[in-house]
């Protein structure tokens, strides 16, 4: 793979912050590090953690699990991702104390195969997954007397920590919705309970945290949070997750530099005319970096601390913006944020508006161009 021309800078500092600021909160956590951590790099995002104290993880695929205790990282690590378990996968669980998801009949009956064919010297932890109302992943409420029965037949398999997961939690004129799923979380618990007194319940994400719809004893799972962006972000609850400071920088150096004489056009399309005297800069990122092809007008990059419009249409690996505004004219070489920096500096909030996405997206998509 040839290597992007953007640069992706991580602020470790940044995401100490964060976690110290989350664990004020009085929750246990266990921060959501799927995806390469929302692009910032799962490995050292797991090293961290576990620096702060951090007892729990919550990683994507058991592979990436996997890869989060070759950190080092002592606590438990509950993979996400689940499909249905085989043996490969079990093993891979047991030999390195990983807590897969399990949240269908199938994958249940798979990893009871596995651990009897094992014969594991201490039960394997998992994580049951009970669907409270996203309709993806888990087993309704009405299963649950049944995964009980099963469980308690199964003295192979350990459930360490009941969990699920909100779909509105960020958004407060939905909190009905979100009170409904506590509701069917809690009767859940109660009836694992009655087997498993010791069984940990997991049910806020970041929004759940912040909009307090979570038990004093629940281990939240943030996961925006952690990377700078609060998901109340616009609501009449954004305040309740202020203070957080944004972890992933992007930069890219300007290729190009030069005058556009009024009536004169640029890039593919001719999309965007001068109609005066411009000075136009091209940055070295583009869709192949995930920097999307469309945005809406109003998208800006940042130079030298001051926002500069885009303009023209994004190309595979450049983007133009206009320079003309700017105090002292950038030569080529110089620095361009795309996202972060200092200043006025465009946020994954911003970027998401201008794309019509959310952050979560931002991250992942320019995470990509890292290099560690
Ligand atoms: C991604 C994810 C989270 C984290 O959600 P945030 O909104 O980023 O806080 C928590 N739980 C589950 C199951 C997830 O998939």
Redesign the pocket.
Known sequence: MTQPSCHVHINWDNFRHNISLLMQKGHTLMP?I?ADA?GHGVLKAAAELEKAGIRWA?AGTLEEAAAVRDTGFSGHIVS?LSPVPDRSDVALALQKRLVPLIHNREGLRAVKAAVDKLCPARPLDIAVKVDTGMARLGFPLEDMEEVAAFLAASPALNPLVQ?S?FSVA?EPEEDDYTVRQRDIFSRAAAIMHRRFPAMRCSLG???G?AGKHSDPDDIC?????LYGYN?LYGTSKEKECAGLLPVMDVSAPLVSVHPLHAGESLGYGRTYAADSERLVGWVAIGYADGYRRNPSPGTCMCVNGVRVPVIGRVAMQMTCVDLTDLPVPPVPGDTVYVMGGPGDAVSAQDLAAWWGTIP?EVTCLLGRNRLD
Do not use: E, F, I, S
């Open positions: 959501v799927k929302y919550a996400l969990v997961h960020d994400n970041t929004a945290l799972r943030p996961g925006l949070a998901p979560y």
